[in-house]
């Protein structure tokens, strides 16, 4: 019996990068992580590396990324403090698990 060779996946057509489809999806609305690695097809944990670069070339730019924190859904806790951009994984004050992810929106910063 002879084995058929599978044809190797085609990639998808990309006609900007990665990093360009972020931060273009993100000038116009307030995402999640989880929604923002469904708009460009890459998965979540690929999101926060890309998002930190993104980060300092906004504001390397004429604008700023903006975060909304990360907020516990127990006892409403918000992680305002947080530097590091991925959700948490336990509330410091009632150790609940359940935690609202952290948002992102790019903001244009006019110079007048």
């Known amino acids: 019996m002879k084995k058929k060779h599978k044809e190797p996946p085609?990639?998808?057509?990309?006609?900007?990068?990665?990093?360009q489809g972020i931060i273009s999806i993100l000038e116009g609305q307030t995402l999640s992580a989880k929604e923002i690695s469904g708009s460009v097809s890459i998965p979540e944990k690929e999101v926060y590396e890309h998002l930190e670069h993104i980060r300092m070339t906004v504001d390397a730019r004429d604008g700023h990324l903006v975060i909304t924190p990360a907020e516990c859904a127990k006892c409403g806790f918000i992680f305002r403090k947080r530097e590091?951009?991925?959700?948490?994984?336990?509330?410091p004050i009632c150790r609940g698990e359940s935690i609202h992810e952290p948002l992102f929106l790019i903001k244009k910063t006019t110079m007048r």
Do not use: A, Q, S
């Not at 085609?10 to 990093?19: A, G, I, L, W, Y």
């Open 84 to 91: 590091r951009l991925k959700k948490p994984g336990k509330c």
């Open 10 to 19: 085609v990639p998808v057509e990309r006609h900007e990068t990665v990093r």
